[in-house]
C-alpha cells in the first residue's frame, strides 16, 4: 500500500498562509499535541458513505472547523463548528494529523490563542446532519 506522504506529496510540504501570516507544515500524528499548543480543529466528515464538504458564497471548498475561543476545550470547539458550519452533530473523530504553525504575526491573532507556536489539528470522523448550519454564510 502506498503511504500518505508518497500518494499526497504536496500535502506535507511547508506552506506560507497569507493569513497571520504563517508558516505551516503538515505531519501525520497519532497523538493529539499538548492542548495548551492547539489552536484550531478540522474535521474531514463522512456521512454514511459520503463525505460532506462545505461551500462558502463565494465558491470555495472547505472542510468544517475553526479556531479555539477562550477557555474552550478543542473537542468543544469542533462540535460548535460542525453546527455553526454543517449543521451537523459529532459522532467520532480519530486523530490524522496536524498543521504545525509558526506565526510570523507579533502577537496572537487573539490573545488567548498560542502564541508564535501552535497546532491546527485534523481528523476524519462521522456525523449526521441534524439542522440547517447556524452559519448563513456556509452551505453544505
Given at each position: 500500500m502506498m503511504s500518505v506522504e508518497k500518494k499526497y506529496p504536496n500535502l506535507f510540504n511547508e506552506v506560507t498562509w497569507?493569513?497571520?501570516p504563517t508558516r505551516a507544515k503538515f505531519l501525520l500524528l497519532d497523538?493529539?499535541?499538548?492542548?495548551h499548543l492547539i489552536g484550531n480543529i478540522n474535521i474531514v466528515p463522512k456521512v454514511g458513505n459520503s463525505?460532506?464538504?462545505l461551500r462558502h458564497q463565494n465558491g470555495s471548498w472547505d472542510i468544517p472547523g475553526g479556531t479555539i475561543e477562550k477557555d474552550e476545550y478543542y473537542m468543544d470547539t469542533l462540535r460548535r463548528e460542525l453546527i455553526e458550519e454543517a449543521g451537523a452533530k459529532l459522532h467520532s473523530f480519530k486523530l490524522f494529523g496536524a498543521w504545525h504553525c509558526v506565526s510570523l504575526a507579533p502577537k496572537p491573532y487573539r490573545s488567548h490563542?498560542?502564541?508564535?507556536?501552535?497546532?491546527?489539528?485534523?481528523?476524519?470522523?462521522?456525523v449526521e446532519v441534524i439542522q440547517s448550519p447556524t452559519n448563513p454564510l456556509m452551505a453544505r
Open positions: 497569507p493569513w497571520g497523538k493529539i499535541p499538548p492542548s463525505w460532506l464538504m490563542l498560542p502564541h508564535p507556536e501552535y497546532y491546527r489539528i485534523v481528523g476524519l470522523g462521522d
